[in-house]
């Protein structure tokens, strides 16, 4: 892929689709994409129906809850123009992933980008679209008038867009003569009808020049460096609890092996009690490890389900804990593995600062968005603080929401945390599927 | 001798203090952070404080933090750092001023009971007690065309056990010679590296550990 910035436009293209030569060729490219065209229109036209009946239903309330589909629908059908588009001419890039809320999403510049381009591409789009169809056949139709206009009924011996029965040779001779214009006048509108089909979703669809970009740019910039710092955090606490804990148990099975040993040689009575302790050590230090172990990626996710998974979470939680999942499908490894790390950190807050008595970790899959909730009745006040302020045990609550929001942000999803003083405190994820 | 133990890990504290009692030695306290064992060494005085790098809060370097300002409370106290991973880098730094009655082991080496008893004894009458992991740091470091590329194998062995604190007699032990063996490698190496003889261990700890962090430097 070819990349270069032209002031603050970023332009990408692609090799070209293979493009036919001639002027044939250009011709038959520009019909295949204008009936491309009007294919996508159709679909606009049928968003468009469904986006009014929504809009109009707002009067009566349901629309509020039935915009969000056809929100949806729209960034489907612009989805498909903007890969149809990026196919045939230069890329056009598509924006962030539709903001979850319905009035962020009305907020959205690109959501109203969409829906501007939504009435021009259907009607643009359908019209020149059936004339790109029409006109080629019947200028081919006229062009070869005189070789068939004897054979057909007399009726039917009409040139195109007119009333007039052709009764004579001298008038066949016309027509065709006539359809060899319509093919000129064919080959030199159908490139250009093309271009005019394309405008408005290039001109809408991509992102506005300049500044819509550069904020993506930015804001890909900041969440991936979020992810990064969210990694080091987390290869930190690894390091921790390994050094910390499992290493500390094994050092305790050394010692006590030591002392057993010398305790044999003096008084091997009292070796026994000694050898036990060890054996306890031993035993901590393998639970430890598999914490560790599960912390970091946990193997059920491998060949079993992210619900799998969950439920381990769940079953192990000091705070009693409902999972309440729907069937979701599979997602993205990444995705999973994020979604499980989500409700790990959430439920060790859970245990850790809110006293809570139950926790529900709720999980739901809308259209192509895992919706994480993890609700508590503790005593609410959690609050994000930055990665380097830790408490006693090493990873602060806070900290652990920052790390959260970090990773969560790099698969460019949402986070929102809700946990007034005196709580209940609930906890909303939502990751883009990515599959 | 009288010894403070200083270690956040609960389970590995008191099997350290159970193992030391059973040694026949007097842990007068147990201290779970740097706090606590400031106080138990303003309260016991003891001769000898074991303590683990990282404590509460941050789990970084409290451990040598505290140990630091327990030896400006009370001068002459004898050190064991104890921790998860060494460096040799940190033992340097640990060693800028001197080496008398400091040591800085792996963790896992207490339990080589023997062995960790010896280098307990060894700090605490002043002597100098380094793991052998830093030592091989160091050795690893130096450019291969060195000084050292004079010494013959048994000699750098030697070199090693020095680096240690080991005294004449245990390096002896350690390698199955006479001390008068050990004597005459050593004057060899002292000659060869271009440094003054010294019999006194903690001098010449010291001057080892200079000698082969100032050949990494070079490197």
Redesign the interface.
């Known amino acids: 892929m070819d990349t270069h910035t032209a002031g603050a436009d970023l332009v990408v293209t692609r090799p070209p689709a293979q493009r036919r030569a001639g002027i044939a060729g250009r011709t038959v490219d520009a019909i295949e994409q204008l009936v491309g065209g009007f294919g996508t229109a159709v679909l606009a036209l049928v968003a468009l129906l469904w986006v009014v009946v929504c809009a109009a239903a707002c009067v009566v309330g349901v629309g509020f809850w039935m915009l969000p589909t056809a929100l949806r629908a729209v960034r489907l059908v612009a989805d498909r123009e903007r890969s149809r588009l990026s196919q045939i001419g230069p890329v056009v890039l598509g924006p962030a992933p539709l903001p979850h809320g319905l009035r962020d999403a009305l907020r959205d510049s690109s959501v109203r980008r969409e829906l501007a381009w939504l009435p021009c591409g259907a009607t643009l789009g359908l019209a020149l679209g059936a004339i790109a169809l029409t006109l080629p056949l019947n200028a081919a139709r006229d062009a070869t008038f005189a070789l068939w206009w004897m054979a057909v009924p007399e009726e039917l011996r009409q040139p195109s867009f007119s009333g007039w029965v052709v009764e004579t040779w001298p008038g066949a001779i016309a027509v065709t003569l006539a359809g060899f214009a319509w093919v000129a006048v064919a080959v030199g509108l159908e490139p250009p009808m093309a271009r005019l089909q394309a405008w408005p979703g290039r001109r809408l669809l991509g992102p506005r020049p300049g500044t819509d970009l550069a904020l993506r740019v930015a804001e890909l910039t900041a969440t991936r460096a979020g992810a990064l710092d969210a990694h080091a955090a987390e290869l930190r606490r690894i390091e921790r609890s390994l050094h910390d804990g499992t290493q500390n148990r094994i050092v305790a099975v050394s010692v006590l092996l030591g002392a057993a040993q010398r305790a044999l040689l003096r008084d091997p009575a009292a070796a026994g009690p000694l050898l036990e302790r060890a054996q306890d050590a031993a035993e901590q230090a393998l639970v430890e490890l598999r914490a560790v172990a599960r912390s970091i990626l946990p193997a059920v996710l491998e060949d079993r389900t992210l619900g799998d998974a969950l439920s381990g979470l769940a079953a192990t939680s000091p705070v009693p804990c409902r999972l309440d999942i729907a069937d979701i499908g599979r997602c993205a490894a990444s995705v999973e593995a994020t979604a499980y790390f989500v409700v790990a950190e959430a439920l060790t807050n859970v245990v850790r600062h809110s006293g809570a008595r139950s926790s529900v970790v709720t999980v739901r899959r809308d259209d192509d968005r895992l919706e994480v909730t993890v609700h508590d009745d503790g005593t609410g006040g959690a609050a994000e603080r930055a990665a380097g302020e830790r408490d006693r045990d090493g990873a602060g609550g806070g900290s652990g929401l920052a790390g959260i929001r970090r990773r969560v942000q790099a698969h460019d999803g949402t986070f929102t945390l809700t946990s007034p003083v005196g709580g209940p405190t609930t906890l909303e994820v939502t990751l883009p599927c990515g599959s | 001798m009288r010894i403070v133990i200083a270690e956040?890990?609960a389970?590995?504290r008191e099997?350290?203090a159970?193992?030391l009692r059973?040694?026949g030695l007097d842990v007068v306290a147990t201290a779970g952070d740097p706090a606590e064992l400031l106080a138990a060494v303003a309260e016991h005085a003891p001769d000898t404080a074991i303590v683990d790098v990282?404590m509460?809060?941050?789990?970084t370097n409290e451990g040598i933090v505290a140990a630091v300002e327990a030896r400006r409370l009370q001068p002459g106290l004898a050190v064991l750092v104890l921790s998860?991973?060494v460096e040799e880098a940190f033992a340097t730094e640990l060693l800028a001023n001197g080496s008398a009655g400091l040591g800085y082991l792996l963790?896992?080496r207490?339990?080589?009971?023997e062995e960790?008893l010896d280098a307990l004894h060894r700090v605490a009458s002043g002597g100098t007690a380094i793991d052998p992991e830093v030592v091989a740091q160091l050795f690893a470091r130096t450019r291969s065309d060195s000084r050292l590329d004079r010494l013959s194998p048994r000699e750098r062995e030697v070199l090693a056990a020095m680096a240690e604190g080991l005294g004449n007699s245990a390096i002896a032990a350690r390698l199955f010679v006479t001390e008068g063996a050990v004597h005459k490698h050593i004057r060899s190496i002292f000659a060869k590296l271009d440094l003054a003889p010294t019999d006194l261990a903690d001098r010449r700890v010291t001057a080892v550990l200079h000698y082969l962090e100032d050949a990494r430097l070079r490197a």
Do not use: Q, S
């Not at chain 2, 509460?56 to 789990?59: A, I, L, M, S």
């Not at chain 2, 207490?110 to 009971?113: I, P």
């Open positions: 956040d890990d389970l590995l099997g350290l159970l193992l059973a040694e990282r509460p809060p941050t789990h998860a991973y963790k896992e207490v339990g080589r009971v960790f």
